[in-house]
């Protein structure tokens, strides 16, 4: 599924986002990435949910500064990553 039809099914949708909301989710990505990686050698469990809310936090940086943002409803995770992939392209 392409960036285009993401968004004509509503799971994308255009999002006028400031250079503050892009450095905010940046910066809870670093901080979750980091907590991730103190708390790996105690819990992996908790340092894989921190490392996924630090890729979470990351790809939504990116979708802003591209100017969109998921849509309502259930699957907004998987479309942040997609969108990610789609974006980034294969390299990443």
């Avoid at 708390?39 to 990351?58: E, G, K, P, T, V």
Wanted: glycine share 8%; aromatic share 10%; hydrophobic share 45%.
């Amino acid at each position: 599924m392409s960036c285009d039809e993401l968004f004509s099914k509503g799971l994308i949708k255009r999002f006028d986002g400031s250079p503050a909301q892009v450095k905010k989710r940046i910066e809870l990505a670093r901080r979750d990435i980091n907590a991730a990686r103190a708390m790996i050698a105690n819990d992996r469990d908790w340092a894989f949910s921190m490392a996924y809310n630090a890729i979470l936090q990351a790809t939504r940086a990116l979708m802003f500064a591209k100017g969109f943002r998921p849509g309502s409803g259930e699957g907004q995770h998987k479309v942040t990553v997609r969108f990610a992939e789609l974006t980034l392209g294969k390299t990443f």
